[in-house]
Antibody
Framework: EVQLVESGGGLIQPGGSLRLSCAAS????????MNWVRQAPGKGLEWVSI???????YYADSVKGRFTISRDNSKNAVDLQMNSLRVDDTALYYC???????????????WGQGTMVIVSS | IVLTQTPLSLPVTPGEPASISCRSS????????????LDWYLQRPGQSPQLLMY???YRASGVPDRFSGSGSDTDFTLKISRVETEDVGVYYC?????????FGQGTKLEIK
């Protein structure tokens, strides 16, 4: 069974840093397209970042230059390093898998349960 | 790319059809592979989102055939032929034709 388990969330002060991790089972992270999607309390979904199987990375404008997505192949995990955190980064962060398919088939197929990040003084 | 969903709230009687619209500020059609990069997701109360439809009209694994997706270029529709109580939740459209990927603001379907 394919499963994604996020960890690393918590309460952090504005300007601080946090590293989220997504441990995968039942799939090999390096062969998939791995995303982070977030959801502020009571709000809609916002795509954050993606790492391609080939290693390319892309980011939402709101996090570009502050967040970095990476893979840890030895742990079969994908991480999100979040720096210079702001109050509006407060959200539930989901790890999401898109399969190694054609471009059309790379939809957000598998979602984790999320890890909560609260940025507050 | 901005996606605008209507309505934002949708009360439906079980057994009746339902329709959600998603309008894009740019065409989501890729002429190179002739696919339209618009997906639909459902987030049930208290749960993570799940994939319903991808690339406009392809149903995800395990999704009942009462769900269908249609549209072209910038106007898209998710249709539920006969709403069931388990369909309650917030529906989101997502565009994947260009970065940054963007979601619609969501449509909350509730049972009358």
């Amino acid at each position: 069974e394919v499963q994604l388990v996020e960890s690393g969330g918590g309460l952090i002060q504005p300007g601080g840093s946090l590293r989220l991790s997504c441990a995968a089972s039942g799939l090999t992270v390096s062969r998939n397209y791995m995303n982070w999607v977030r959801q502020a309390p009571g709000k809609g979904l916002e795509w954050v970042s993606i790492v391609y199987s080939g290693g390319n990375t892309y980011y939402a404008d709101s996090v570009k230059g502050r967040f970095t997505i990476s893979r840890d192949n030895s742990k079969n995990a994908v991480d999100l390093q979040m720096n210079s955190l702001r109050v509006d980064d407060t959200a539930l962060y989901y790890c999401v898998r898109a399969p190694p398919s054609t471009l059309a088939g790379r939809a957000f197929e598998i979602w984790g349960q999320g890890t909560m990040v609260i940025v507050s003084s | 790319i901005v996606l605008t969903q209507t309505p934002l709230s949708l009360p439906v009687t079980p057994g009746e059809p339902a329709s959600i619209s998603c309008r894009s500020s740019q065409s989501l059609f890729n002429g190179d592979d002739e696919n339209t990069y618009l997906d639909w997701y459902l987030q049930r109360p208290g749960q993570s989102p799940q994939l319903l439809m991808y690339a406009l009209s392809y149903r995800a694994s395990g999704v009942p055939d009462r769900f269908s997706g249609s549209g072209s270029d910038t106007d898209f529709t998710l249709k539920i032929s006969r709403v069931e109580t388990e369909d309650v939740g917030v529906y989101y459209c997502l565009q994947r034709i260009d970065f940054p990927y963007t979601f619609g603001q969501g449509t909350k379907l509730e049972i009358k």
